[in-house]
């Protein structure tokens, strides 16, 4: 008998991870059950209230004892969920049918909006699901949204988790091991190393049972890049999961005036406010279309991006990428800038004297300009095309600022 079990919201920000929960469980259903795939979906990243990465999990098997598979779910969750914690409102998602894309344009939903408990639960019990939650249950949408999951295009992240007496504790890791393992297995990993920084980042700074985690575009890529991490502590488990991350499934393209907050978003238009840095290097610009205008910034954490953001002119073309919040103004917080179209600037110059190549200076009110030195002159000022440092193309934030949906550039 197939079964998807879907499951979110166990964690907290302060413990325990619900990936590692699917490591332990599909350990624990594999006595007995054949788990066939098992999934890590990221859902909408702007939503106020996620967990570190607002990710849920799903597992598909083929089991000959129902019951059993439903009783160790739900024991692993009561075993491994931050039920303390205020924010944690576990939900698991039990489906027994054969098509899960009939949940695929809720998890669009999840992943691009913001949707409620009630809508999760109305369709989850529309279609024979089996639902339970603890507290109030916000986890069920994540579940639902898992076991529908269009995962078309994926990639793979394997991690390595750490025994509980280490939970907590820093994490030992020989950084130039990760680094040398960067090198030997790009492209086919990726995001293992920041190159702005050289930091390592692999590795969690969170107190979850996470000790590594390799993203790649295949399980072997990722399992043979995981041999080549120095561990300075034990592993006690590692779990291959089948991820939407690195894909970019949560950007919609869409005119500015379709933007809306906790949304993510690619809109195109005109540069028409340059770009100004802020109090503590945040760097803010505004783009138009057909009367209509959003803020948009690139903060801090984006370090050597701003750099390109600030060659930014007005009535440059651009195209934007990212999650819309809501401040005194909608705002997208970029995570890639696509440069579309370059304005040309014209500079009015003094000219140049042909002799010594130095600028010439005015020779007074409507006398033209001259060269002292070389004694020419000139009627008037020129007109200069000024070269653009900027260059058209696709830019993107870098590795350590970047979202785990976020698809890198190259």
């Known amino acids: 008998m197939q079964l998807y079990i879907g499951i979110d919201d166990t964690d907290s920000k302060k413990r325990l991870c619900t990936t590692y929960l699917a490591a332990v469980l599909g350990e624990r259903l594999a006595a007995f059950s054949s788990v066939q795939e098992t999934r890590l979906v990221r859902l909408n990243p702007n939503i106020p209230w996620k967990t570190r990465g607002n990710g849920a999990v799903c597992l598909k098997i083929e089991t000959r004892d129902l019951p059993r598979a439903k009783s160790e779910t739900l024991k692993a969750v009561e075993d491994f969920s931050d039920l303390d914690e205020e924010g944690t409102n576990p939900g698991v998602v039990f489906y027994r049918g054969v098509e899960p894309e009939r949940f695929e344009s809720f998890y669009y939903r999840a992943l691009r909006e913001v949707v409620t408990t009630a809508d999760a639960e109305e369709l989850a019990e529309k279609n024979g699901c089996e639902i339970h939650r603890w507290k109030n249950g916000r986890g069920v949408i994540g579940a639902l949204a898992a076991i529908g999951a269009d995962l078309g295009e994926h990639t793979f992240e394997f991690i390595a988790y750490r025994r509980p007496e280490y939970w907590g504790k820093v994490r030992r890791i020989d950084s130039d091991s990760v680094r040398a393992m960067d090198r030997a297995t790009r492209p086919m990993t990726f995001n293992n190393v920041d190159p702005e920084t050289s930091q390592i980042l692999v590795a969690p700074s969170s107190p979850c049972p996470v000790l590594y985690g390799i993203r790649g575009k295949t399980p072997e890529s990722v399992e043979q890049a995981s041999k080549m991490i120095g561990a300075g502590e034990p592993i006690e488990r590692t779990a291959l999961f089948k991820t939407n991350q690195g894909t970019d499934a949560h950007l919609v393209s869409c005119s500015i005036v379709d933007a809306k907050p906790e949304s993510s978003v690619i809109v195109c238009g ?48 651009v195209k934007v990428y990212g999650g819309v919040r809501k401040t005194r103004n909608l705002t997208v ?33 409507g006398q033209g300009y001259r060269c002292k030195r070389c004694r020419t002159t000139a009627g008037s000022k020129e007109f200069i095309q000024v070269t653009r440092e900027l260059k058209q193309g696709l830019y993107t934030v870098p590795p350590r600022a970047m979202r785990h949906l976020s698809k890198p550039v190259g």
């Open 270 to 317: 005109h540069v028409s406010a340059a770009p100004k840095t802020l109090a503590g290097g945040h760097v803010i610009f505004s783009i138009s279309e057909d009367g209509d205008s959003i803020d948009c910034a690139a903060y801090e954490p984006t370090g050597g991006f701003r750099k390109v953001v600030k060659k930014l002119r007005e009535g440059d073309v």
């Open 333 to 365: 917080n970029l995570e890639k800038l696509e440069v579309v179209l370059l304005q040309k600037y014209i500079e009015e110059k003094n000219p140049i004297c042909h002799g010594c190549g130095r600028s010439m200076e005015s020779a007074g009110r």
